[in-house]
């Protein structure tokens, strides 16, 4: 029985050491960006929740829902596959101009 292999381009990662990380000049954009970055995951603190830690406005969910005054760990904007998704929400903060549908990852 032969083995089947499948293709896999990604544009923001690389294969290092049989896993999958973002790239090196995907990390620096994201760095430059004030991302935190660990393997693929990414996350950005919402702009609220920085806001309010230096004394400015806060987030309309602290009023209506009791959300944490100052933003929480719960309130980021996070991706756990990084610039991997299979949604292109419009408010998504990846960049979606090579966004590809999942099944089109595996070609």
Request: glycine fraction near 10%.
């Amino acid at each position: 029985m032969g083995e089947s292999r499948v293709k896999v381009t990604l544009r923001y990662h690389e294969f290092a050491d049989g896993r999958i990380v973002i790239s090196r000049d995907a990390l620096a954009t994201l760095n430059k960006a004030h991302y935190g970055v660990y393997g693929h995951a990414t996350v950005e603190l919402c702009h609220w929740t920085k806001s309010a830690l230096t004394g400015g406005p806060i987030c309309y969910k602290v009023k209506f829902y009791g959300a944490p005054l100052g933003g929480s760990h719960t309130c980021v904007e996070m991706g756990p596959v990084g610039m991997m998704c299979s949604n292109k929400c419009v408010y998504c903060w990846r960049p979606s101009e090579s966004f590809r549908p999942i099944r089109a990852w595996l070609q």
